[in-house]
T-cell receptor, first 115, second 110 residues
Framework: GENVEQHPSTLSVQEGDSAVIKCTYS??????FPWYKQELGKGPQLIID?????GEKKDQRIAVTLNKTAKHFSLHITETQPEDSAVYFC??????????????FGQGTTLQVKP | EPEVTQTPSHQVTQMGQEVILRCVPI?????FYWYRQILGQKVEFLVS????????KSEIFDDQFSVERPDGSNFTLKIRSTKLEDSAMYFC????????FGSGTQLSVL
């Protein structure tokens, strides 16, 4: 079945710097790749997503890139702020599933933005 | 902004006891899910539910687990006889165009 690997597990940056989190997936049939942000005591919150027919998507300071050939996708956060500090999860839709709500998650990255 | 509501936020139970976790989906969503996250591990899919029946389930979702939407609003996950290894954060998620998660129920089995 699908497997998603996420790196790094922890990331510390200075405020204003960029942060990049990378994920790889194993099944080329996956076609939907969301990113979630999880703050302490809260559930995962969708921040951006990308479908396999698109190579890049941007929303203000957040962007996601997808390389289908290499089966990897990345989250880019520019001009980081302390409130960006959280755990970030990548996910891929499960191939063969009848809906895109069945997701396979990466291990998570704890991002710390130092003021 | 509409949100998925889960209760309780924390549940402590003795091994062998039954627990019911509750979720109020976003009102116009039709697909419902339960996920769980054991401390330090990945978020894992448990089950999906559509049109009042299970549409898909994982290997984790064995006979000890069941889901239902008894009153058309609450979506529940029942664990009949809890085991120590059921201790985890359980997330409800509901899907319209996108998948939205609740804040989770931290289940501790002693």
């Amino acid at each position: 079945g699908e497997n998603v690997e996420q790196h790094p597990s922890t990331l510390s940056v200075q405020e204003g710097d960029s942060a990049v989190i990378k994920c790889t997936y194993s099944d080329s049939a996956s076609n939907y790749f969301p990113w979630y942000k999880q703050e302490l005591g809260k559930g995962p919150q969708l921040i951006i997503d990308i479908r396999s027919n698109v190579g890049e998507k941007k929303d203000q300071r957040i962007a996601v890139t997808l390389n289908k050939t290499a089966k990897h996708f990345s989250l880019h956060i520019t001009e980081t702020q302390p409130e960006d500090s959280a755990v970030y999860f990548c996910a891929a839709s499960s191939p063969g599933s009848g809906n895109t709500g069945k997701l396979i998650f990466g291990q998570g990255t704890t991002l710390q933005v130092k003021p | 902004e509409p949100e998925v509501t889960q209760t309780p936020s924390h549940q402590v139970t003795q091994m062998g006891q039954e627990v019911i976790l509750r979720c109020v989906p976003i009102s116009n969503h039709l697909y419902f899910y339960w996920y769980r996250q054991i401390l330090g591990q990945k978020v894992e899919f448990l089950v999906s539910f559509y049109n009042n029946e299970i549409s898909e389930k994982s290997e984790i979702f064995d006979d000890q687990f069941s889901v239902e939407r008894p009153d058309g609003s609450n979506f529940t996950l029942k664990i009949r006889s809890t085991k120590l290894e059921d201790s985890a954060m359980y997330f409800c998620a509901t899907q319209g165009e996108k998948l939205f998660f609740g804040s989770g129920t931290q289940l501790s089995v002693l």
